[in-house]
């Protein structure tokens, strides 16, 4: 009974991990126990630090750890440079235009450095290094408190600043992203400035790689209340696609850059990298 008990606990972990919330009742008929049997199997394993209680079940505390920012610069680096791209050409000198944090919105702070009349509002210190120089860039940085790992500022003082302006074009960051539940994040506070940074902006993209369309990594979503575009690049699942196309999202697949197209990932200069 003893070692059932242990492969039932096993699997309730690997169940909140990769299908996210678990309730008692669910995994009382699942399994084929009585609810006290499962309430006692939670209370072990949040004991143990396995999981989190929440009302009326349990969710993992970390199904997928974050990795620092200057870990992921390197990941999928053509298909976020294809991003980083396709991204850039969609934005006309004059504009105001508001950048996030993350590996692929620093890629297109590179690509905007020899931009003339742009003005351009960030969180990101990658963003700020990129285009701290740039003699047609207006920058404005958006200070608040510094979140190590996204190397970005975050909380109610970035907030306020953002309510005082607009902007023509948003560009989100994503550590997955869902046509459904909208922007993953690892924290509440992202998810809250992701919002209200869509809410300041008349157009609104997120920038995401084909291996984060459907990727639900955390338990933290941003909902986007508008009308908003996909961008993404070739390795993205067509199904994974027609899913966002169903619900009214526009989507960009911008195509993968060449060998000789696309810069060594030097070029990307991140905070502390």
């Given at each position: ?27 009382a ?6 609810a ?22 349990a ?13 992921r ?19 006309r000198?004059?504009?105001?235009v508001?950048?996030?944090?993350g ?29 701290n ?8 940085c ?6 190590a ?16 302006m ?5 560009f989100?960051?994503?550590?997955g ?5 909208g922007?993953?994040e ?14 300041r ?21 941003s909902r ?5 575009t ?7 699942e ?25 810069d ?10």
């Open positions: 009974m003893a070692t059932n008990s242990h492969l039932r606990r096993e699997e309730i972990v690997k169940r909140a991990t990769t299908v996210g919330l678990a309730g008692v009742d669910e995994l008929a699942h399994f084929n126990v009585t006290s049997t499962i309430r006692r199997d939670l209370a072990r394993l949040t004991a143990e630090g396995l999981l989190a209680r929440t009302y009326g079940g969710m993992a505390l970390a199904a997928h750890p974050e990795s620092a920012l200057r870990e610069a390197g990941e999928a680096y053509d298909a976020k440079l294809a991003i980083a791209r396709s991204a850039a050409g969609l934005i000198p004059g504009e105001s508001l950048l996030d944090a590996s692929t919105i620093a890629l297109l702070a590179h690509e905007l450095k020899a931009t003339s009349r742009l003005h351009v509002a960030t969180t990101s210190l990658s963003v700020i290094a990129e285009l120089d740039s003699k047609g860039v207006e920058l404005e958006l200070g608040g408190r510094l979140r790992l996204s190397q970005a500022f975050v909380g109610p003082l970035t907030e306020a600043a953002l309510e005082r607009t902007f023509d074009r948003a989100l960051g994503a550590d992203v869902s046509a459904t539940d922007i993953c690892a924290e509440l506070t992202q998810t809250r400035l992701k919002e209200l940074m869509a809410r902006a008349e157009r609104v993209y997120v920038l995401a790689h084909g291996a984060k369309i459907g990727h639900r990594p955390f338990h933290f979503w986007l209340g508008k009308p908003w996909l961008v993404t690049d070739e390795s993205a067509p199904a994974e696609l027609r899913a966002f196309e169903a619900e009214g999202i526009d989507v960009l697949v911008a195509k993968n850059p060449t060998a000789e197209q696309a060594p990932p030097g070029q990307l200069k991140l905070q502390n990298a």
